[in-house]
C-alpha cells in the first residue's frame, strides 16, 4: 500500500489505520512515494517582446516589464 503526494497523506494514512482501524502491522509496510517537483515554464526573449509589444499601452508594458521581472505569477499579478 502506498500513500501519495507528500509527507502530510503519508502522516494521514498512518494515523488512520493506527487510531481508527488499530492496524499498526500495516503502517510498518506502507511505502511513501514521492513524486518529483516539476520546473516552472520559462517564457523565451522572443515570448516576452511579443508579450510586451501586445501591451496596448506605455503604463501596461512598465507593469508588465516590472511584473515579469519580479518573477511574479500570474495570480499574484491579478490580484495587484
Known amino acids: 500500500m502506498a500513500c501519495r503526494r507528500s509527507i502530510r497523506p503519508s502522516r494521514h494514512c498512518g494515523s488512520f489505520f493506527k487510531v481508527t482501524l488499530r492496524r499498526h502491522d500495516i503502517v510498518e509496510h506502507t511505502h511513501v512515494i514521492h513524486e518529483p517537483r516539476k520546473l516552472p515554464v520559462v ?22 516589464s516590472v511584473a515579469y521581472g519580479a518573477g511574479l505569477r500570474a495570480a499574484e499579478v491579478i490580484s495587484l
Open 43 to 64: 517564457l523565451s526573449v522572443e515570448e516576452v517582446a511579443r508579450l510586451l509589444d501586445a501591451a496596448p499601452g506605455l503604463k501596461y508594458k512598465a507593469a508588465l
